[in-house]
């Protein structure tokens, strides 16, 4: 029997640690609060992140990493993707020296632009083929609850994908493999961002053809973004890209496009971050994708207009007239 630690009892952390003990791997969770650690080992639930659920019986939590970490053949990181850093550089003396490290986040990284798996390798100092990448149309609660779904374990050994798509693999969720990591990491990052426009569309009470228009033109940035850093165009297709972009952009669960729809309906920044309990990734990383693409010299209109929204005092209004005022172009550029 493999061995899992997943570090971060968020609700994404602490589903997929749930998927793993379901799919016969024996997990352990780590959190920092005993209060939560204590109600998923002796009462089967974590009801900040996933109230009304029942985790497995086998599924176990602890607040000591080492406790977590002892023998792990996969090292699950589900932290905040602004936080792996720090959080890593404590955690490496730990890590067992053959276990996989496996990324949940869907982030970049503020400063450095860095994708999740390229600063695991830095910070860990672990080879690429030691690194998979988890990314799909994977909202936490609907998994939690046993509903269908899908996922992309992308790594370049296709033999430690393998791995670990055998250790979550179960009769609702169903891994698949990949060797495009790059691919895989972009598709879920850059959908976050697209979907905070998504978010801000609805809010401001435009129809179905506005988000149609942005989720498909967001995907589009999201194919030449990609083709920039050497990905695999046929990834964009698949799950870790259209099927994660229509489920984050499409459900209220969703915390990118609900943030969206707050700051579209009028809220100010401070106001929704008030409101919103867990962490909207693309809030912190749409700056970071920016950068990325201006390093790249790739055009990303929507994200601009989103880290604009965001980040430079922009309003909605003037957000959709700077995208609807722009060149016209053919719909296939930059590819």
Not at 122 to 147: C, F, M, T, W
Not at 285 to 309: F, K, Y
Request: with cysteine.
């Amino acid at each position: 029997m493999s061995r899992a630690a997943v570090l971060g009892t968020g609700s994404w952390g602490t589903t997929f640690a749930m998927v793993l003990a379901e799919a016969g791997t024996e997990t352990t969770l780590w959190g920092r609060r005993s209060e939560i650690a204590e109600a998923i080992s002796e009462r089967h639930e974590n009801p900040d992140y996933l109230p009304g659920i029942r985790l497995p019986e086998t599924l176990t939590a602890t607040t000591d990493p080492a406790k977590a970490l002892a023998g792990a053949d996969f090292v699950v990181l589900a932290v905040p993707s602004q936080t792996l850093r720090a959080n890593l550089a404590a955690w490496k003396p730990l890590i067992p020296p053959d276990a996989v490290l496996v990324s949940l986040m869907k982030g970049i990284e503020r400063g450095t632009c860095k994708r999740m798996s390229e600063v695991i390798t830095e910070v860990a100092d672990v080879p690429g083929d030691r690194v998979a990448v988890v990314s799909g149309p994977n909202l936490a609660r609907e998994i939690a609850e046993h509903q269908p779904a899908t996922t992309v374990v992308a790594c370049s050994d296709i033999g430690t994908a393998e791995r670990l798509q055998a250790a979550c693999h179960t009769q609702w969720f169903r891994p698949y493999t990949n060797a495009d990591v790059v691919g895989a990491e972009l598709g879920g990052a850059v959908k976050n961002v697209i979907a905070l426009a998504v978010g801000i569309a609805v809010g401001m009470g435009l129809g179905d053809n506005a988000r149609a228009s942005l989720m498909t033109r967001g995907l589009a940035e999201i194919a030449r973004l990609g083709a920039a850093l050497g990905a695999d165009q046929h990834t964009f297709a698949g799950l870790a890209g259209m099927g994660d972009l229509i489920a984050t952009c499409s459900s209220p669960l969703s915390r990118n496009r609900t943030f969206g729809e707050n700051l579209g309906r009028g809220m100010t920044l401070a106001e929704v971050t008030e409101a919103t309990k867990q962490t909207a990734e693309g809030v912190k990383s749409c700056e970071s994708v920016l950068a990325l693409a201006r390093a790249h010299g790739v055009e990303v209109p929507i994200t601009e207009v989103v880290v604009g929204v965001i980040h430079e005092g922009l309003t909605p209004e003037e957000a959709a007239m700077l995208l609807l005022s722009r060149t016209p172009k053919p719909e296939r550029y930059g590819v």
